[in-house]
């Protein structure tokens, strides 16, 4: 018997070491969707979402022959050989040399001596596991709202405290060192979870996930449901850990106070789908807490129609300028360079994309996502300077108002179009409308749809004054209805 297994055993060596020796890195452009169903049919191993198409690993034949538009990167890769850069600048560059880059994403092939060099100065990751599908997606153009908004963009803004995110970024700072597992990262966690609740939301979750070398850790994730498109998801997120020597003031007490201020303002506006905030843990290790819910989100179908993240948004340099990183779909982030510009005083310059923040594994898994970052970089990143005293609140204000303006507006367009007092959707106003209500309020008759074009006298709540506002309207030359 042992006679016949070891051939066997040698054939199987032979064939793995094979199938490993035999993979080359390509970068594969997919222009249709033709060309990833090509791709899908090579079966071959994806690895990383470019701009364009995707990064594979690939018998250099069966590519070749495929007629899809592709580059060879680099011969006789393994994955375990692959890292992705963190860092914001191209230092990187001038001690490893990358096989792969796309503006701000450099893909590393590192030798296993090279390994122990990394650290969090140079911020150097291992690629992750990624279950890619090949997509095509044309690109999304973007609708503008049909129905007036709950509330007007300058009303919402004016809602942003500045004495609050000053106030939440000084108590995160407090906790001194957030390092991803230590004591004050789980204290941040919890107060994180208490200012949620106490801004009003009842669904706060610890999202549970281990990393090396930390142990054990949680995202904070707090729900607010939507009224008409609850099925569709726009995540607002953050990373609340911060660096080992530093007190993570800026990176990213800022973010971090952002999505809690953008919850805050949120919590009892009404939004058509669904508002996830999430404050992820693990990001200095690797954007290991937006990865896990990225990576999560895909797998149970989610449909995140944007994730904004913020990170390091407050630099006391900083007075008007902003900078964006992005994925292949830019429709969400020219909205916030367009409202940044009109409203609140502050230019984009348009970045490219960056693997160096939670934006990325959104991007990986298929979800349109904006990274929004203070224009002029931290002059005391990754120190045990980086305190609220570097900080510029009155920037950071108008930061967040135009995250929340672009998230807000992002929701609006997915709200059902209506007509005010046009409650049962003819087209236009009349008897039958009041009939409507007044059978949905004393009779078990159908809810209107969406209930707001009912609120005829745009005081939040659907009764018998509506009716009255409607008759006032059709037949004493009442006003027009106003749902907002
Ligand atoms: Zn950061």
């Avoid at 850069?85 to 990187?92: H, L, P, T, V, W």
């Avoid at 030798?111 to 122990?116: A, I, N, R, S, T």
């Avoid at 594994?361 to 349109?368: A, L, R, S, V």
Wanted: charged share 20%.
């Amino acid at each position: 018997m042992a006679a016949k297994i070891i051939p066997v055993i040698t054939a199987m060596i032979f064939v793995l070491a094979g199938s490993v020796a035999a993979d080359d890195l390509f970068q594969v452009k997919i222009k249709s969707t033709d060309d990833a169903e090509r791709l899908r049919n090579l079966n071959t191993n994806i690895i990383l979402k470019t701009l364009d198409g995707y990064l594979v690993l690939a018998d250099r034949a069966a590519v070749s022959s495929s007629g899809l538009e592709c580059r060879l990167l680099a011969s006789d890769v393994t994955r375990e050989e692959l890292y992705l850069d963190q860092r914001f600048d191209d230092k990187n560059l001038q001690n490893f040399s990358a096989i792969f880059k796309e503006d701000n994403v450099r893909l590393f092939r590192l030798k296993k001596e090279q390994v122990p060099l990394l650290d969090e100065e140079n911020q150097i990751y291992p690629l992750p596991e990624l279950t890619l599908e090949p997509v095509y997606r044309e690109p999304e153009a973007f609708r503008l709202p049909f129905s007036p908004a709950v509330i007007s963009l300058d009303s919402l803004a004016g809602l942003v405290s500045q004495d609050i995110i000053s106030a939440n970024t000084h108590r995160l700072e407090a906790f001194y060192r957030r390092l991803t597992g230590s004591d004050s990262d789980f204290a941040a966690r919890d107060w994180i979870s208490d200012k949620f609740i106490e801004y009003g939301y009842d669904s706060v979750v610890y999202d549970n996930f281990y990393g090396f070398p930390y142990g054990y850790v949680d995202n904070v994730i707090a729900y607010k449901p939507g009224t008409e498109r609850p099925d569709l998801q726009i995540i607002v997120g953050a990373h609340r850990d911060a660096g080992s020597v530093s007190p993570g003031a800026d990176d990213n007490g800022t973010g971090s106070a952002g999505v809690l201020e953008m919850a805050r303002v949120l919590k009892d506006i009404p939004t058509a789908v669904t508002f996830i905030f999430i404050l992820f843990d693990g990001e200095e290790q690797g954007l290991d807490g937006s990865w896990h819910y990225a990576d999560e989100a895909k797998a149970r179908g989610d449909s995140i129609l944007y994730m904004l993240n913020m990170d390091m948004i407050a630099h006391y340099q900083n007075i008007d300028r902003a900078n964006l990183y992005y994925g292949p779909v830019q429709t969400y982030s020219q909205l916030w360079a367009h409202l940044a510009d009109s409203l609140f005083g502050i230019t984009a310059t348009f970045k490219g994309t960056s693997g160096g923040s939670d934006h990325y594994p959104f991007i990986q898994n298929g979800y349109q996502a904006t990274f929004v970052q203070e224009g002029i970089f931290s002059t005391v990143y990754h120190t045990a300077r980086d305190s609220t005293t570097y900080l510029n609140f009155e920037y950071m204000k108008r930061m967040v108002q135009a995250s929340l303006a672009t998230v807000y507006s992002v929701d609006a367009s997915r709200r059902t179009p209506y007509i005010c007092g046009d409650v049962d959707n003819s087209g236009y106003i009349n008897i039958l409308d009041i009939a409507y209500i007044i059978r949905y309020l004393y009779r078990d008759g159908m809810a209107p749809f969406p209930l707001a074009a009912a609120d005829a006298d745009g005081n939040g709540a659907v009764n018998i004054l509506d009716v009255s506002a409607l008759i006032d309207h059709l037949y004493r030359g009442g006003p027009t209805p106003i749902c907002d």
